[in-house]
């Protein structure tokens, strides 16, 4: 067999850390078990991170970035969200969920948090919710005044806690409650 290196090396190694980490949970990966999966050494991983909290943050930036989901454009603010939070509630709903049971360890572990695990997911790219904003302002769809950080993320968090609540996609009618009811009246240009 071929020795892998490089980009191919840490690749198949991410690849183990998350299939262990979604077969196992934060708690019981170790890192040895990952390097097995891999079929390398444990020195090969600890080259490349320093502990098990790096590699699984490692491995859960790198799934994120791979199964990102652009957001829609529509032309109006109400239909790009309700196209991107219903594929996100369809494609990463559950799965949100599943990742807060599978990385309760980890977030005691190391004193983070799933918006400090964002940050490194994003790496100082701009998220897809924050190209629909800017999109519906510079619509007039939105002003920009009463556009605050938390009520931007609010359409997504209240998505996000209804799939880990329910732990089943999130129905379209919700989808729609969250954006209608919720959201909309908040932001709207007067």
Do not use: C
């Amino acid at each position: 067999m071929e020795r892998r290196r490089g980009e191919a090396l840490e690749t198949a190694i991410l690849e183990a850390a998350w299939e262990e980490l979604t077969e196992r949970g934060y708690a019981n990966l170790t890192v040895d078990s990952v390097a097995k999966r891999a079929g390398t050494s444990k020195p090969v991983l600890y080259r490349r991170w320093a502990d098990k909290q790096k590699l699984v943050e490692a491995a859960v930036v790198r799934r994120n970035v791979i199964q990102q989901i652009p957001p829609a454009d529509t032309g109006s603010l109400r239909g790009d969200l309700l196209a991107t939070l219903t594929e996100l509630g369809e494609k990463r709903g559950p799965f949100l969920a599943q990742l807060s049971l599978l990385l309760a360890g980890y977030f005691a572990e190391a004193d983070s948090s799933y918006a400090d695990l964002r940050e490194q997911i994003l790496a100082g790219r701009r998220s897809g919710r924050d190209e629909i904003m800017d999109r519906a302002i510079a619509r007039g769809e939105i002003d920009p005044a009463r556009l605050t950080p938390r009520i931007a993320s609010l359409p997504f968090d209240l998505l996000r806690s209804e799939a880990m609540m329910t732990q089943r996609p999130v129905p379209p009618e919700v989808i729609e409650e969250i954006v209608d009811t919720i959201f909309l009246p908040l932001v709207r240009a007067r």
